[in-house]
């Protein structure tokens, strides 16, 4: 406890991923396991403890030596009572989950939804740590999203701000997983480009150079390093897909910048860990045009640079509770 250590764990849809800071926030030790989709909320906060116990048990040190616990999870949370509202891909409706990390782990917790913390970690010492406000969006699976003003995470209403995946950019467009249409999700996510991608080279017969053991009509993911490596070979039907997906996100991030006006925009998640920066491209292009007021040199486009930790870190944040720059 004396050296102010964090613990700060992420909850994803494949695995469980923890890890200890120092009070400079830098990552010390960290631990995954896969994640079981089955199990619910008790099995998974024992999971997330065992996850928890072998990034310590790398350091020598147990649950007690560490001052601040936080976690991501994949749903909204509520702020005030720390209720996770809907887990879509772990299948959890409404989880007491504050209150059962608590009584599994013995100690105190923070809990926050995993793209509201990733954008928190890349805010503070990622990507966006000069700059004040800030807006992310994370391409996975999903797309998830995170805001944060005047270095303070905004949350909103029952935990839903920062669902940026769902803000609607085409009415009566793409049917989108929550069930509405035309969502930036329904264009720029992994399970987006796959279904796109089987339209063009299934129904409309467009050529591609996506190998057919991970790419047929049966495949309902893709691993982001066969689509970067598909865009680099100037596939066609990957290229018009993903660049179609990044517009209609430099749209959406246009919008947001129209409500928010942040100073710094981060792109992140699997999909953008893989591509690399070639991903600001056709985003940029789409983004410029649709700015309203603020000129394209006042707004910062950067992509993610804590990855894969960004979440986990992003939770040893919202732990610590220490939002100043
Ligand atoms: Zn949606």
Known sequence: MADNLALGIDLGGSKIYAVVTDPDNRVIADAKIPT????????????????????????DLTLDDI???GAAIPSPV?????????????????????????????????LGNDGNLGQLGEHFVGAAREFHSSVGYFIGTGLGGGIVINDRLLTGNKGLAGELGHAI?????????????GCVEAYCSKKAFVKALKKEIFKC??????????????????????????????????????????????????????????????LGGGFVESMGDQVIIPFKAAFHRHLFGISPADIEIRISELGDHAVAVGATILARGSFQK
């Open 36 to 59: 079981d989709p089955s199990a619910g909320p008790e099995q998974t906060a024992a999971a997330m403890k065992e996850t928890a116990l072998a990034a310590l048990e790398k350091l």
């Open 169 to 181: 950019i085409k009415v009566g467009g793409r049917r989108c997983g929550c069930g509405h249409r």
């Open 67 to 69: 001052a601040f616990f």
């Open 78 to 110: 509520d702020p005030e009572t720390g209720d996770c509202l809907h887990a879509v891909n772990l299948g959890w409706k409404k989880a007491s989950m504050l209150k059962i990390m608590r009584e599994t782990f013995g100690h105190d917790f923070k």
């Open 205 to 266: 017969g467009m050529h591609s150079l996506l190998p057919i053991e991970k790419f047929n009509p049966e495949t309902t993911n893709i691993k982001s390093k066969y689509l970067s490596r598909a865009y680099n070979e100037d596939d066609p039907a990957v290229r018009k897909v993903v660049d179609k997906g990044l517009r209609m996100l430099g749209i959406a991030a246009a919008s947001a910048c129209a409500v928010i006006a942040p100073q710094c925009i981060v």
